[in-house]
């Protein structure tokens, strides 16, 4: 269900930056940024509580990427600095209104975007 809009992908060289935007849900209690490799399955890169505790998928993540929310712009951000090509990928954002909130429960989002491209060139 298309229901959310990502704006902010690009073409950028490795080490560059990108921020990704993400417009349109209403007070879900945890939003999402996924990205999809080609040949791979979806997986979820960062997710962000109402209250704003944010979780990663790995400690390199983490260091690079930072996910924000604003509850009264219905509105999510997820800067990406030091990008490298592995980071390459389609990226989602998703929101949902019930089910745990964290990166290992990324598969029952409730609405989603069409996503965003994102290519890290070396």
């Known amino acids: 269900q298309v229901q959310l809009q990502e704006s902010g992908g690009g073409s950028v060289q490795a080490g560059g930056s990108l921020r990704l935007t993400c417009l349109g849900s209403?007070?879900?209690?945890?939003m999402a940024w996924l990205r999809q490799i080609p040949g791979r399955e979806r997986e979820a890169v960062a997710t962000i509580h109402t209250s704003g505790g944010p979780t990663y998928s790995s400690d390199d993540i983490k260091g690079r990427f930072t996910i924000s929310r604003d509850n009264d712009r219905n509105s999510m951000y997820l800067q990406m600095n030091s990008l490298k090509p592995e980071d390459s990928a389609m990226y989602f954002c998703a929101a949902k209104w019930f089910g745990r909130c964290g990166v290992a429960y990324s598969n029952n989002f409730h609405i989603w975007g069409q996503g965003t491209q994102v290519t890290v060139s070396s």
């Open positions: 209403h007070a879900p209690h945890c």
